[in-house]
């Protein structure tokens, strides 16, 4: 059998380049593999972090309050809303005097002052009801929001009544003691208003009955 000749000095220099060649790219390729480990590393990091911020947003998130101005048309969802603020009126915001003396009977022909009482009513659900009520929520409706509504009422319908709302001949001016809730007499009159014909004129407040005795009875 022939023995294969000895390589000689260049063919062993050239062998030496290919070693030092592969064993560079062996180091390479394990760097490669601990970036590949860092960057799994990275979206099991970057995945925890979007689902703790989820379930935080998730508590931490109000309900919207629902919009006079934008309700639906059914009247079952219009008298739905009234009912719901007009117990929570009587229940919540006139048991404030100031609040008992800035809302008058002619409230409910007003769309922003229902709007604004809406509004305000679940803000203070929000503040005292469900996992994200908090005392400084609380805090917040008693000093800024049900202050700021209170404001806004009283220039805008400060010196209103069902009386400046009567337009035809021969209706009463004489004004008549506000119920617990003022104008509860009149939600029907606004459901059939607001759900069906809200962009047209609103309609007239029912005339005053007279009274035998003297005064106005409705």
């Known amino acids: 059998m022939n023995t294969p000749p000895a390589p000689g000095p260049a063919e ?8 030092r060649e592969v ?3 062996r180091r390479r390729l ?4 601990q970036v590949g480990d860092r960057l799994d590393e990275l979206d099991r990091v970057v995945a925890q972090l979007a689902n703790t911020l989820a379930t935080v947003a998730a ?13 639906s048309t059914g009247a079952d969802e219009v008298a739905v809303l009234l009912d719901e603020l007009c117990a929570w009126l009587a ?3 006139l048991r404030y005097p100031d609040g008992a003396t800035a809302l008058p009977e002619c409230w409910l022909w007003h769309p922003d002052v229902v709007e604004e009482l809406l509004w305000l009513m679940h803000a203070w659900c929000a503040a005292y009801q469900g996992e994200n009520a908090s005392v400084q929520a609380a805090g917040d409706w008693h000093d800024r929001q049900r202050p700021g509504v209170l404001a806004r009422l009283r220039k805008s319908v400060g010196s209103c009544s069902v009386e400046r709302h009567q337009t035809r001949p021969g209706w009463s001016d004489v004004p008549t003691p506000a119920a617990a809730v003022p104008g509860l007499a009149h939600t029907a009159l606004i459901v059939g208003w ?7 004129t609103p309609p007239e407040p029912p005339a005053v009955a007279p009274n035998p005795i003297g005064g106005a009875l409705r």
Not at 12 to 19: C, I, N, P, S
Not at 30 to 33: A, E, K, S, V, Y
């Open 12 to 19: 062993v220099e050239v062998l030496a380049d290919l070693v």
């Open 23 to 25: 064993d560079t790219l």
């Open 30 to 33: 394990g760097d490669l593999d």
């Open 59 to 71: 508590r931490r998130r109000v309900p919207a309050a629902p919009s006079w101005l934008l309700a």
């Open 91 to 93: 229940a919540v915001f």
């Open 194 to 200: 607001w759900s069906a014909q809200r962009d047209g």
